[in-house]
C-alpha cells in the first residue's frame, strides 16, 4: 500500500512552507523520502535542480537537507550544547569543519533557538518546549539550505506555540528555507505562506493558508466544522 | 456506572506536596473532583500537571499532603490498587503496545478485574469508539494517531474506573478527530465517570470543563468554574495567547 502516491510540489527558496492533513495522511512519510529514510517507488525528488531520489540520509543531511524527528531522541547523558554540536559536527559540509567549530556553530544555533542560558546542563532537565528546541537546535546545526520540521509545536500551549514561532522566523531569517508539518493552525496561519494538505497521500489542496483553510474539502477531509469556525485565518 | 450522588467530594486532593530526586515538581496542592465531573488542568509545560496525574495514579510518590477517594485514604498507594480502586491514568503518548492487537490492548486495562462484565465493558467503548470496531485484531501500532488515542482512552474505560485521568488527548491530533474524541469524552462522563482532562489546547480543553484549575510553577493559582477561568485576563494572556 502506498502510504504517498503520486504527489508533486514545488518549494522556492526563501519559503516557509506547511503540510497538514489528517493522521496516517502520509506527511511524515513525505518528509522521510525527502530526507532519504524512505526509498520511493515511483517519481523522482529534486534539490537544486538534481535528483535526491534513492539518496541516503546521511547524503541528503550533506547536501543542506535538514530534518527534526516527532519523537525527539537527544543522547541523553550529553549537555545541551554537545547535542547542538553533534548536527554541526556530522552536518552539511558547511556545517563540518573541525570539533572546536561545531561547538562555536552549535553555541550559535542555541543563542537563535532561545537555549543559550541552558548550553551547560544536561538534556534530562529540559521541558517539552526546550526539547523541541534543541531538536530544532540540532537540524540548525547542520547547517542547511531547507529544513524539514516535524510537528515541534505539538504538546505547546498558544503562548508556548508564540515563542517557537518566532524561533521558527529568526532561523529563517537567516536565509534558511522551511518546510514543516504541524496541526496546529497558529503555526500555519502565523509563519506559512502556503499550506499543503495531504489526504489518503494525495495532494488535496495547495495554496494560501487562508484560501486552503476555507476550502469545503479541507474542511470536510481534516478540520471538522467545529474547528473551521473557532480559527480565524 | 455509579449513580448515586455523594455530598462528599469523589476524589479529594489536599496539601499535595510530590517530587523527584532534583526536589518537589508540586506544592501544596489541593483539588476536587465532584461525581461525574469533568475538571479540566491547564498550565505551561514544566508547571506539573502529569506529575500531579503520576501523583494521583501511584507512580510519584507524595512526600506531604493526603488523596481520597470516596472518602478512603489512597495516598501513596500502589499503582494496582488505586487502579483496582477506581482511577485510571491515559497518559501523554498513548503508550500502547505497539505490537499487541488492539483487543489485547483493550482487555490489559481489565487486566485486575474478576467481575464477569469485562465483554460488557467491551461492548461499551466499542460504542463509544465505532471505528475500532472492525480493527480488533490490528497490531495497535499500525492504526493512526487518533485511532490509537481511541484505544488508550478505551483501554483506560476497561478499568470501569471512578475517576479517568486523560493527559493531553489532542497531542500530534488533526483538528477534526480532537473534536470527535472531546465529543466522546463528553459522552462517556455523562454516563457518569469523573474525568481529569489535562490539555495544551486550552480552549479546548475549558470548553469541555465543568471545572478548571490553573497549574503554575507546582502550585495552583486559580480554580473555578471553566467559564470563569477562560475569561480571566491571566489566562487568556498566558496560555490562550489573546
Not at chain 1, 516535524?150 to 536565509?175: F, K, P, Q, S, W
Request: net charge neutral.
Amino acid at each position: 500500500m502506498a502510504a504517498v502516491d503520486g504527489v508533486s510540489f514545488e518549494v522556492a527558496r526563501g519559503e516557509i512552507v506547511g503540510i497538514i492533513g489528517p493522521n496516517g495522511a502520509g506527511k511524515t512519510t513525505l518528509l522521510n523520502c525527502i530526507s532519504g529514510m524512505h526509498r520511493l517507488d515511483g517519481g523522482d525528488i529534486r534539490w537544486q535542480g538534481a535528483s535526491i531520489a534513492g539518496m541516503p540520509p546521511h547524503r541528503v543531511a550533506r547536501l543542506g537537507i535538514g530534518r527534526t524527528f516527532q519523537i525527539v531522541r537527544p543522547f541523553g547523558s550529553m549537555t545541551v550544547l554537545e547535542n547542538a554540536a553533534v548536527g554541526a559536527l556530522f552536518g552539511s559540509a558547511d556545517a563540518r569543519r573541525g570539533p572546536k567549530e561545531a561547538f562555536a556553530l552549535a553555541d550559535d544555533v542555541l543563542g537563535m533557538v532561545g537555549l543559550k542560558s541552558k548550553a551547560n546542563h544536561p538534556v534530562s532537565s529540559l521541558t517539552i518546549p526546550d526539547r523541541k528546541r534543541l531538536e530544532v537546535a540540532r537540524a540548525v546545526a547542520t547547517r542547511p539550505h531547507l529544513l524539514l520540521l516535524d510537528e515541534v509545536m505539538a504538546g505547546l500551549n498558544n503562548v508556548e506555540i508564540d515563542e517557537a514561532l518566532e524561533m521558527v522566523r529568526t532561523v529563517h531569517a537567516t536565509g534558511v528555507t522551511v518546510l514543516l508539518i504541524e496541526h496546529v493552525m497558529r503555526v500555519i496561519i502565523g509563519v506559512c505562506r502556503r499550506a499543503i494538505v495531504l489526504d489518503g497521500g494525495h495532494v488535496l489542496a495547495q495554496g494560501e493558508p487562508d484560501v486552503v483553510l476555507r476550502d469545503e474539502r479541507v474542511i470536510q477531509a481534516y478540520l471538522g466544522e467545529r474547528y473551521a469556525k473557532r480559527i480565524k485565518p | 456506572m455509579q449513580k448515586e450522588s455523594s455530598p462528599e467530594p469523589l476524589l479529594e486532593v489536599r496539601g499535595l506536596t510530590a517530587g523527584f530526586d532534583a526536589g518537589p515538581v508540586l506544592f501544596g496542592i489541593d483539588l476536587d473532583v465532584a461525581h461525574a465531573e469533568l475538571v479540566a488542568l491547564v498550565g505551561a509545560n514544566g508547571a506539573g500537571k502529569s506529575t500531579l496525574l503520576g501523583v494521583l495514579s501511584g507512580l510519584v510518590r507524595a512526600s506531604a499532603g493526603s488523596i481520597t477517594l470516596a472518602g478512603e485514604d489512597v495516598t501513596n498507594a500502589r499503582p494496582e490498587v488505586l487502579v483496582r480502586k477506581g482511577i485510571a491514568h491515559v497518559p501523554q503518548g498513548r503508550r500502547l503496545f505497539g505490537t499487541m492487537s488492539v483487543e489485547k490492548n483493550l482487555l490489559l486495562g481489565a487486566y485486575l478485574r474478576r467481575d464477569g462484565e469485562v465483554r460488557d465493558d467491551m461492548a461499551r467503548v466499542l460504542d463509544h469508539f465505532p471505528a475500532l470496531k472492525d480493527k480488533l485484531s490490528r497490531e495497535a501500532g499500525t492504526l493512526s494517531g487518533g485511532e490509537q488515542q481511541m484505544v488508550a482512552i478505551g483501554r483506560g474505560l476497561m478499568a470501569r474506573p471512578k475517576v479517568l485521568m486523560i493527559d493531553e488527548l489532542s497531542l500530534g491530533l488533526a483538528p477534526k478527530i480532537v473534536d470527535h474524541l472531546i465529543d466522546v469524552v463528553r459522552e462517556i462522563n455523562r454516563d457518569g465517570t469523573a474525568l481529569i482532562l489535562v490539555e495544551q489546547d486550552v480552549l479546548v480543553a475549558l470548553d469541555a470543563a465543568n471545572r478548571a484549575y490553573v497549574l503554575e510553577n507546582g502550585r495552583v493559582v486559580l480554580s473555578g468554574p471553566a467559564a470563569e477561568v477562560r475569561d480571566d485576563p491571566g489566562v487568556r494572556k498566558a496560555y490562550l495567547g489573546l
